[in-house]
Structure formats: C-alpha cells, structure tokens
C-alpha cells in the first residue's frame, strides 16, 4: 500500500521492568484495524524480560535501550526523537487499547485542520474486570477546551494521538515532572489549539497498586504548584484572565497536599493543611478521618471509589 514505507502514526512506548502486561499491551497494538504505525518502544534501563517480549514481535517495534535509568519525561522525549509518523499516540506498557483506536481518532484530525488534540472516553479496569468508564455522561467539551482542562483536568494520556506539526515549537515534555508531564503537554497545547475526542472508550486504563501514580501520589501538590508557576510565567495576564479557574485549581492542590502529607506520612501536617481548605464539612471530616489510618488502605479506598461511582453514574 502507498505510504506504508512511512509509517503514519509513531506509538511511543515507553517501559521500565513493565514485563507483566507487556505482552498484553503491545498484542492490542497489533490488533488495531488501522496498520498504519510503528511503535517506537525505549527501554528505560529495564532488567526484567522486557527487551526479549519487545524483540519477539516484527519489524513494526523499533527498540531502543537506554543506559541508565530516567525520569519518564526524559524517556518519552527521547523515544520521540526517534518517532517518523505524522501522529504521536501513546501506550503504557500496563494499558491497553481497543481494535478500533486509531481508525476513529485519525479522521477527527482530517475532517478539521485546527485540530492539534484527539482523545478518547476510557474505561478502567484492574486486570480482571472493568470497573468504570471514566467519562461516562460527562461529555468533555469540543475545540477550545483549556479554560475547563485547567480547572477540571481529564484527559488520560493512553487515549490521545496528537498532531506532529502543532509541538514543534512548544516542545514536548518538561523533564521537571515526574507525574504530570502528560498534563503539562496537553494543557500547553490546548492553550494554542483545538482538541477534538471520539465518545467511547477506545482504552483501558489498568488501575494496580504497582504504578508510577501510586508510588509516587505524594508528590503531586509540589507539581501541580509548579505547573501553576510555569502557565502563569508562559502566558502574559494569565493570573488575571483565568482567575475563577486558578482558584479552583488551587483549591484542588490543597486536596492533594493533603494526601501528599497522609502518604508521606506525616498525618499531623494533613490535619493543619484541612484546617485552611475550603472543603465542604463533610468532605473535611472524611480526609480528617482518613489521616487516622494507615497509608495502605489508600489504594483498595481508590479502586473502591470508581466502583462505588459506576453504580451512581
């Protein structure tokens, strides 16, 4: 077929000991109904049997290894310096995607030029069942959508394929981050652009105790600051122009301050930090009573939250 040389779309893939659902992630690559891809997978210093799964596959994964491990920005700038396709998606090495991903993402960016975005609805599922369809009735607006990505973020980075063209002059990640790069890329480039999204979930995101996210949810009130400092210093009058959603957003941080201090354990600051948020009462006297348990029960309370939400939704 004309093209196939070239690949169209580059997945990148970026893996560190991520053995255990690897295999599983990569099979849902090759069973997209849209062949026009590669994937570029860079290994982050891995010393599992990551490499041999990599390599078992054909031509269509480029593997690269780096030598020492780094931070997952890092990672995924580097394994996208290596990408030849119009169109950047990304895969988790413990996410998966359905068949029909890319066949219905790709046209979003055809039928409208200004399109620099597309994502999809999710569902999140721990292994062995599916737990929660992420956005659900919760449509997500169309087009010029930074305004509410700032003050309610939601987007998932397994289901988003971006336009090429439209980074080349922000750039890509900022290797600051060690949670939130995905978020910091996408609000840059929906402060600029259109983002469009196919209503279903085209993905699943694989909720386990073993992720980046949970081993490291204590950091995310320091990064969140620092990505409010970096938009306020990119932008001319954006403390003024986005006042309402910056409140909320701060409003947000303070939430996962408090977590942060629990998980860090270090309950008592958890308690003062309460004392000067604006949370209702009830929600107050649950992270209050929170504090007076153990960390552990953090993530079995996570998991339990979207399952209790998939039966309200």
């Not at 799964?53 to 030598?67: T, V």
């Not at 990408?83 to 066949?103: N, Q």
């Not at 055809?110 to 999809?120: D, G, I, Q, R, Y």
Request: hydrophobic letters at 40%; a neutral charge; proline letters at 4%.
């Amino acid at each position: 077929m004309p093209g196939m040389n070239k690949p169209r779309v580059s997945v990148i893939m970026n893996c560190l000991n991520g053995e255990k659902y690897l295999r599983e992630a990569i099979e849902s690559a090759y069973a997209q109904t849209y062949k026009n891809w590669e994937i570029i997978f860079w290994d982050n210093a891995s010393t599992d049997k990551s490499a041999e799964i990599a390599k078992s596959f054909d031509e269509k994964i480029r593997y690269f290894r780096s030598d020492e491990n780094y931070c997952l920005g890092k990672a995924r700038n580097l394994a996208l310096a290596q990408a030849k396709g119009e169109f950047i998606a990304f895969l988790d090495c413990d996410d998966t995607w359905l068949p029909e991903k890319l066949e219905k993402q790709i046209p979003c960016f055809e039928n409208n030029p200004e399109v620099a975005l597309v994502f999809s609805d999710m569902m999140i599922f721990d292994g062995s069942r599916d737990i929660y369809q992420y956005l659900g009735k919760h449509k997500p607006p169309r087009g010029n959508v930074f305004r509410e990505l700032l003050v309610n973020y939601f987007i998932g980075i397994v289901s988003v394929v971006i336009r090429k063209s439209a980074v080349k002059d922000i750039g890509w990640f900022d290797e600051r981050f060690e949670l939130i790069e995905d978020m910091d890329l996408f609000l840059r480039i929906a402060y600029l652009f259109k983002l469009d999204y196919v209503d279903e979930p085209l993905v699943k995101w694989r909720l386990h105790e073993k992720s980046t996210t949970f081993k490291k949810y204590g950091l995310f009130a320091d990064e969140w600051d620092l990505l409010l400092e970096k938009l306020i210093g990119l932008y001319p009058d954006f403390k003024e122009n986005y006042a309402k959603e910056i409140r909320g957003y701060a409003s947000k941080t303070t939430q996962l301050r408090v977590l942060g201090e629990w998980l860090n354990h270090r309950p008592i600051n958890a308690r003062k930090l309460l004392n000067n948020t604006d949370l209702g009462k009830i929600s107050r006297f649950g992270y209050l009573v929170l504090t007076f348990f153990p960390t552990s029960i953090f993530f079995p309370l996570y998991k339990l939250r979207y399952r209790i939400r998939s039966f309200v939704s």
